[in-house]
T-cell receptor, first 112, second 112 residues
């Protein structure tokens, strides 16, 4: 399968703990995006990389959130000091051109 | 006002029916428009791009009206497998053209 992959698929953590998610995009895609989706809502944009450069960040991305794409390939999203409101599906997408984005299966985070 | 507004539904239609979804967007400078499909507990998948001239892909027809800031999706001869949530998506203006802004989605349930 050469699609976007995300790990882990599910994460349960206690409030206050740090978590890190990984995304491996489609290999030839230079653009990578992170979104967050809660029940009954569409995905909300968090941040965008072109190659290794982080070009855009949403105001949703508080200072507890950090994302990296060190070599322009895979990316990590870290949430520090998790809160219950962070519980959501975290989706990664990649693309060659803006708009036609291919999503991974997501990481479902539950903060207890 | 939300950037992209959709009727959440659900739309319950019998197999073989024609169904239409609409959405409106608030940013007149938005550059690109899409419909994505999302099955329950799965990631969004690109269904089709939307152009002012209208475009068709099999049983699906999409239309964009830039003057009214209105996007539509028509599904003819509905199949059981069309049951899903349909997400209306726009990209931003120049400089934010890469991020996708999603509506909350319209849920379609096709029944026998």
């Amino acid at each position: 399968d050469t699609g976007v992959s995300q790990n882990p698929r599910h994460k349960i953590t206690k409030r206050g703990q740090n978590v890190t998610f990984r995304c491996d995009p489609i290999s030839e895609h230079n653009r990578l995006y992170w979104y967050r989706q809660t029940l009954g809502q569409g995905p909300e944009f968090l941040t965008y990389f072109q190659n290794e450069a982080q070009l855009e960040k949403s105001r949703l991305l508080s200072d507890r959130f950090s994302a990296e794409r060190p070599k322009g390939s895979f990316s990590t999203l870290e949430i520090q000091r998790t809160e219950q409101g962070d519980s959501a599906m975290y989706l990664c997408a990649s693309s060659l051109v803006a708009g036609e984005q291919y999503f991974g299966p997501g990481t479902r985070l539950t903060v207890t | 006002r939300k950037e992209v507004e959709q009727d959440p539904g659900p739309f319950n239609v019998p197999e073989g029916a024609t169904v239409a979804f609409n959405c409106t967007y608030s940013n007149s400078a938005s550059q690109s428009f899409f419909w994505y499909r999302q099955d329950c507990r799965k990631e969004p998948k690109l269904l089709m791009s939307v152009y002012s001239s209208g475009n068709e892909d099999g049983r699906f027809t999409a239309q964009l009206n830039r003057a009214s800031q209105y996007i539509s999706l028509l599904i003819r001869d509905s199949k059981l497998s069309d049951s899903a949530t349909y997400l209306c998506v726009v990209t931003g203006s120049t400089g934010t053209a890469s991020k996708l802004t999603f509506g909350t989605g319209t849920r379609l349930q096709v029944t026998l």
